[in-house]
């Protein structure tokens, strides 16, 4: 005969012991854009490597619209279990808080819980095949020399991209030039420029690097600290006479606010296992991608901090907003 001492501990004991350990089930990946763009492409290479790690499917859903804010504020509204992520990007985490602020109806680090930096891409600056302009010098000096002539394409007019030129406009003393968004994407950003119908575009260096390897397009300068891998002959901006410009295109994974830490935990740990296997980085540089990752979830947080008050403040600066 169970004593009552005894029935009571086996009671209490029955819900931990009956609670599946985590995962049990597949996890659920909204990315916010397309197909084939930037955020699907890393999102996609890592996938298998996380599902082999955690032992459940993870599934994409690619959640479009209002330059990443329907994916976001979809993911901010699912609940806080652990079995659903967001696959975000500098855009979504850091720009579109400020140039979305009437608008916008969810925010990176009040309605999520970061979990880590999924990779980083530098972005390139490209122009058509037959602007007179080798160089950023050059460039700038034929901006200078014809005001309001030149026109840049960017993917969306409150775009990283956007702003990444107007960061240049602003560091060259002021360009006069007409901007051309194309809501679509970097794709047909890229597709414009091929054309002719634009002169000038800061894009991914993914979206661009086929079309720089045929010689349709010609690339100026990157955008990272040291020349990108797989355009070695392309300097810097900051060796283009730019020397505080750095940026990129950063990638990273966060779960909605709430999420219990050992879970967000156990996710930054299979992140981090993930990037560091030689087919996910192998396929990554491919791309033009580094597999840079956070050293936790609270440093992940600040840095998305870090860049939202960086881009914000240029935003402000620029008058960029979208309503």
Request: charged residues 15%; hydrophobic residues 45%; aromatic residues 4%.
């Amino acid at each position: 005969m169970i004593g009552r001492r005894a029935l009571l501990g086996s009671i209490l004991a029955t819900p931990a012991l009956a609670q599946a350990p985590y995962p049990s089930r597949a996890i659920r990946v909204i990315v916010p854009f397309a197909p084939g763009g930037a955020t699907d492409f890393v999102a996609r290479i890592v996938q298998p490597a996380l599902q082999e790690i955690l032992g459940q499917p993870l599934v994409i859903e690619n959640r479009t619209g209002a330059a990443g804010n329907v994916g976001l504020e979809a993911a901010a509204r699912l609940p806080a279990d652990g079995y659903n992520l967001f696959f975000g990007n500098v855009g979504t985490l850091a720009v579109n808080p400020t140039v979305f602020a009437r608008t916008i109806q969810a925010q990176p680090l009040r309605d999520f819980a970061p979990i880590s930096m999924a990779g980083d891409m530098p972005d390139v600056l490209v122009v058509k095949n037959d602007l007179p302009a080798r160089s950023v010098a050059e460039l700038i000096a034929l901006a200078r020399a014809q005001p309001g002539k030149l026109n840049f394409g960017s993917p969306g007019a409150g775009s990283l991209n956007r702003l990444e030129m107007e960061l240049l406009r602003e560091a060259a003393g002021g360009l006069d030039m007409v901007h051309v968004p194309y809501p679509g994407g970097a794709g047909p950003a890229v597709l414009a420029i091929v054309a002719g119908d634009v002169d000038l575009l800061m894009t991914t260096l993914p979206s661009a690097m086929a079309q720089i390897q045929a010689g349709r397009i010609r690339a100026l300068a990157v955008t990272s600290a040291a020349r990108a891998p797989g355009l070695p002959e392309v300097p810097t901006l900051r060796e283009s006479g730019f020397p505080d410009f750095v940026s990129g295109s950063w990638q990273g994974v966060l779960t909605p606010a709430g999420t219990p830490p050992e879970i967000v935990t156990r996710l930054h740990g299979a992140i981090v296992a993930a990037m560091q296997r030689p087919e996910v980085r192998q396929k990554l540089a491919a791309g033009g991608v580094s597999p840079d990752v956070s050293e936790s979830p609270a440093a992940f947080a600040a840095f998305i901090g870090r860049e939202a008050e960086r881009w914000g403040s240029l935003a402000t600066r620029a008058r960029v907003s979208v309503d």
